[in-house]
């Protein structure tokens, strides 16, 4: 179950994977070590996490919103700027400016996703890739977790990045399994594990997210780091505002349009 921060996370971790498409682990041992019987059920753990994010009219309050922060992958001396834009009712775009490299972008519609890349051109997006990038798209993915997972079942009580968490397992209507790891003492999301599709095939991504900070009521995790094939990628959220996005912003690039006949 997504809500508004968790939404911003997941544009950000599709900018961080497709940069790593570019340029080009699975659970924890200390998961697997500790695991213990779960002590809630699923539903709990969402409601818990959607009340602790703000709550349900918080998450409701808004159509649209627009984070700023920064990209970096430390041991490649790779970063650059970043903005996430999203709409109800799932419209989102990541626009990522990288030094030395050029501008990634990545963004869905409505009905088209699509990505720009220096390195891998332009690509309209299908299987996977597609099905992924639709779910992250979704405003109001919390609120809704129906329309894409078939279930979702606290697994364990377990440790993830130092911190006692809820390991929850989910099931989507395409068939793909991923682990989400909610922290049990303040209910937040603290990571997820799962297999990232890209142009270079599914790739295993853990994502660790921290430092929680209140937008406009709504709390949004401001520090997100992935590894994905080894690599380390850094995002950090300066800014989130709400309701001042352009609808514009979303419309399909001149040369994915001409790839889909629009």
Known sequence: MQAVGKRISGYLLVAAVTVTAGCAAGT???DRANAIAPSLEASDVYTRYVEALGGREALQRYSSSRGVGEFSMPMQGISGELEVFG???NLMLVRVEITGIGTVRQGY???VGWSINPATGSMVLEGMMLDQLRQQADFLGPLGIEAYVDSARVVADTVFDERPCQ???LVTKWGEEYFE???VESGLLAGTVRRQASPMGPMETTTVVSEYQDFGG????????QETMG????????AVEFDTVDPAVFTLPAEIAAMVGK
């Open 28 to 30: 924890s041992s200390s």
């Open 109 to 111: 519609d409505g009905e």
């Open 218 to 225: 709504i709390l949004v995790p401001t520090m997100t780091v």
């Open 167 to 169: 390991k929850v397992r």
């Open 181 to 183: 790891y909610y922290d």
């Open 87 to 89: 709409a109800a009712p």
């Open 231 to 238: 690599m380390e990628q850094v995002i950090t959220v300066t």
